[in-house]
Nanobody
Framework: VQLQASGGGLVQTGGSLRLSCAASGRIFSSYFMGWFRQAPGKEREFVATINRSGDSKYYADAVKGRLTISRDNAKNTVYLQMNSLRPEDTAVYYC???????????????????WGQGTQVTVSS
């Protein structure tokens, strides 16, 4: 699976962005899809994940109610709608694909086999 993330940019506090991640290669619909982020000087952290059919979603506590993950299997694309953005959301955002072989939704980096190149999101105060 090859992943290409896009949609990042500079936005003011309270603003919105929509990230997209286009997949090619193996069957997209057979993978859980997730978003992670990494701020300068910090470790990569889990943001959200969505199951194969798109009817189950899991979020990090820090983004619940503000960020929404979705997918369109017909377009091989996963999205991250980001609303009410805060300066602490500033990071490089990565999309990733996981086979989902373990119990529960994959929320750890090592559960994901494929990664996109990342897109920068900067929220100004």
């Amino acid at each position: 699976v090859q992943l290409q993330a896009s949609g990042g940019g500079l936005v003011q506090t309270g603003g919105s962005l929509r990230l997209s991640c286009a997949a090619s290669g193996r069957i997209f619909s057979s993978y859980f899809m997730g978003w992670f982020r990494q701020a300068p000087g910090k470790e990569r952290e889990f943001v959200a994940t969505i199951n194969r059919s798109g009817d189950s979603k899991y979020y990090a506590d820090a983004v619940k109610g503000r960020l929404t993950i979705s997918r369109d299997n017909a377009k091989n694309t996963v999205y991250l709608q980001m609303n009410s953005l805060r300066p602490e959301d500033t990071a490089v955002y990565y999309c990733a694909a996981a086979p989902g072989l373990g119990r529960g939704a994959p929320q750890r980096s090592y559960e994901y086999n494929y990664w996109g190149q990342g897109t920068q999101v900067t929220v100004s105060s």
